[in-house]
């Protein structure tokens, strides 16, 4: 891959995720936990638990070769992206719950991510061409952490400039994703063919039980179904700017990213199917309920 693209395209593509989610950032965001908890540990739980327990099973299932199971239970492991906030305003969520489980989460991963990944390096017995240096990680973490900050400073002090920004910013992010995943793919054309037969199944059916796995059951938890719907999207829409900047800057392998740029394509298709089903199946559920 094109070492520009590496050295400037994918910091500058976090350091403008991380900012917009820092626009819509308020200290009210991280002390609502204390209103709601059961429903930011409900998704928490599902995101950090069940979530790598899943993807381990179809890694499993699938017996991917050893570096596209390593950046699958990446990918995994990666927290939400700030995308997930669009999808929950669209499809009527709890836009306040996305940020506030994006924010918390992406703090959470600092151990989290390199824990799983160096979980699966092992698994694969990797550990002699593929390490997972946590000190590497916290500071990848700190780079990432600072454009937040800078984002709740501007929302603070100039609000007004912040709402305009907004729309920007996710643009500008979505745009470069998308030249990142076509460079990935464009790295890999020798073998893109066999990378999709290989992961390509694994991460729509991964993305697909992600979704709806993340709505049914905070449900089940008796959480309401705007919470629901803004923890489906939260746990299906993962950071995959985040995950592909760590497999080709810390592991130093294209390969690795291979899974997150796939599903970085297949998440925004299923998320926009699977908002519209929810969405319409939550409001006939109202109608019924009023009539």
């Known amino acids: 891959m094109d070492s520009a693209l590496v050295t400037i395209g994918l ?21 609502r936990v204390g209103k709601h908890p059961k429903a930011v540990l409900v998704a928490l739980g599902v995101q ?26 990446l990918l995994a492991a990666s927290p939400g992206g700030t995308t997930a ?16 489980l994006t924010a918390i989460n992406s703090i959470i991963a600092i151990a989290t991510l390199p824990l799983i990944t160096s979980l699966a390096i092992g698994y694969y017995d990797r ?9 590497e990680v916290v ?48 790295d890999q054309r020798d073998n893109i063919l066999d990378y999709l ?5 694994v991460a729509a059916i991964f993305c697909a039980t992600s979704l709806v796995v993340g709505y049914l059951i905070p449900k089940a938890f008796g ?23 760590v497999a080709v800057e810390i592991l130093d392998s294209v390969e690795i990213s291979v899974p997150a740029a796939v599903y970085s394509i297949i998440m925004f298709i299923f998320a926009a199917l699977w908002g519209m089903f ?14």
Do not use: W, Y
């Open 278 to 291: 929810i969405s319409r199946r939550v409001g006939a559920t109202r109608e019924g309920v009023t009539a």
């Open 197 to 201: 037969g290989d992961v390509g199944v």
């Open 48 to 73: 950090l638990a069940i979530l790598p327990a899943i993807c381990f099973g179809l890694v499993l299932l699938f017996d991917l070769p050893p570096l596209l199971g390593i950046g699958m239970m």
């Open 139 to 186: 500071k990848v973490f700190a780079l990432i952490l600072i454009p937040v900050g800078i984002g709740m400073l501007v929302r603070d002090r100039a609000p007004s400039f912040a709402a305009r920004m907004d729309r920007p910013v996710r643009i500008a992010s979505a745009v470069i994703l998308a030249i990142l995943v076509l460079a990935i793919l464009l």
């Open 223 to 245: 959480i309401t179904a705007s919470q629901a719907i803004a923890s489906s999207f939260e746990i299906g829409v993962h950071n995959a700017t985040l995950a592909i900047f």
């Open 11 to 31: 910091p500058i593509a976090l350091a403008l995720i991380m900012f917009g989610l820092g626009l819509d950032l308020t200290p009210t965001d991280f002390r």
């Open 127 to 135: 550990s002699d061409d593929v390490s997972m240096p946590f000190g």
């Open 85 to 100: 906030n669009l999808f929950s305003h669209i499809f009527r969520g709890d836009v306040a719950l996305n940020i506030t």
